[in-house]
């Protein structure tokens, strides 16, 4: 299991973009997924982007298009590059990083705040 601390969350106008990364305390390449999730107040965790060590990426249809999750294993970091944000955006978004044997890592989570 690594320690994972994300970054980049702020606030920002309709329109706008914002990029988070996550740093993580040890390797990533043997990660299964390395991936963003987010929450809104009230809301369900819900699946954002997940990214694999080959650069398979999955996106959920409502950020398709406008965000773009990427990684650095040299670095081990993944980001998430979000374009054209929509107020629907706002919530608190996790860096996961997801093996399908054993225990996940999770961030504490940064904030992003789009406002209309």
């Known amino acids: 299991q690594v320690q994972l601390v994300e970054s980049g969350g702020g606030l920002v106008q309709h329109g706008g973009s914002l990029r988070l990364s996550c740093a993580a305390s040890?390797?990533?390449?043997?990660?299964?997924?390395m991936g963003w999730y987010r929450q809104a107040p009230g809301a369900r965790l819900e699946l954002v982007a997940t990214?694999?060590?080959?650069?398979?990426?999955v996106y959920s249809d409502s950020v398709k298009g406008r965000f773009t999750i990427s990684r650095d294993d040299a670095k081990n970091t993944i980001n998430l590059q979000m374009n054209s944000l929509k107020p629907e955006d706002t919530a608190v978004y996790y860096c996961a990083g997801l093996k399908n044997f054993g225990r996940d890592s999770w961030g504490q989570g940064t904030q992003v705040t789009v406002s209309s």
């Open positions: 040890g390797t990533i390449s043997n990660i299964d997924r």
């Open positions: 990214i694999t060590p080959e650069g398979t990426t």
